[in-house]
């Protein structure tokens, strides 16, 4: 092989390597697990532009949508509120979910949270209006990471770019499943039969394993790589592991509580 095509070879692994690497990212930069910002059930209208400001963000719209309730699309913290008026935003309000996440709501017609109020997924936040620089009653809605805007993701599932969609939300119904990665410091997290580590062990996951939440309830404190959380996550039938061990993108509760 010549000098100069084992210099393209080797380029060519190189940005081989490189594609793997973005399509799997470390999960530490995994979103929380966003979800359409209306109650279960609810169809809505999602337009996407070109020259849309911010180009990445979504308006929803549907008839006679003045006054909709418009929820939390994941769990977080009220991280600002305001009203701008008759511009840019009018009414709005920020939602700071960790780890660098962040959604925001504008042109709202009545803001319902406060400052440094946390909220779970699903949670009123405020009605839909038209206030600011609008057109006709509708929610404008952003994902941001780290201050930059980004595609914006219900579930794993990329919005539609650049036309109108038909949304249905699953944000609060009772059958959505949530997902998780485990992390563990060293070796295997125990699963438990029940949330508590003084119960019977069921199984072991590696690290990195990724589970499915069914539904959390409180329980013992537990310390782990993400804090100290009362919160255990059912992962199956007789199946609990601490919270505190599995990255959501959320320090707080993100799915119903188990009955």
């Given amino acids: 092989m010549s000098k100069t095509s084992s210099i393209i070879l080797s380029l060519a692994l190189l940005l081989s390597s490189f594609s793997i690497f973005l399509a799997n990212p470390d999960v530490s930069l995994a979103a929380p697990h966003f979800q359409i910002p209306f109650p279960c059930g609810q169809t809505w209208v999602g337009e996407t532009r070109t020259n849309h400001n911010p180009k990445l963000s979504i308006d929803f719209r549907r008839t006679n949508a003045s006054g909709d309730t418009i929820v939390a699309s994941s769990s977080g913290k009220i991280k600002k509120i305001g009203n701008l008026g008759n511009k840019s935003y009018g009414k709005y309000v920020y939602i700071d979910h960790g780890n660098g ?57 990329k919005a539609s770019y650049y036309r109108a969609k038909i949304y249905k939300s699953l944000n609060g119904c009772s059958t959505i499943h949530y997902t998780g990665f485990i992390k563990t410091n060293s070796g295997k997290l125990p699963v438990y039969e029940k949330p508590t580590a003084s119960s019977k062990v069921v199984q072991s996951l590696a690290n990195k394993s990724k589970v499915t939440i069914y539904c959390q309830v409180k329980g013992k404190a537990v310390k782990g790589p993400y804090g100290t959380s009362k919160w255990w996550n059912q992962i199956g039938k007789g199946k609990y592991v601490p919270d505190s061990f599995v990255y959501t993108g959320s320090d707080d509760q993100i799915a119903p509580t188990c009955k």
């Fill in 101 to 157: 996440w962040e959604t925001r709501y504008a042109h709202l017609s009545k803001i319902t949270v406060k400052k440094g109020q946390i909220v779970n997924a699903g949670q009123k936040i405020g009605n839909v209006g038209s206030t600011g620089k609008s057109t006709g009653p509708h929610l404008h809605f952003e994902q941001k990471y780290n201050g930059v805007v980004k595609p914006i993701y219900f579930g794993f599932i």
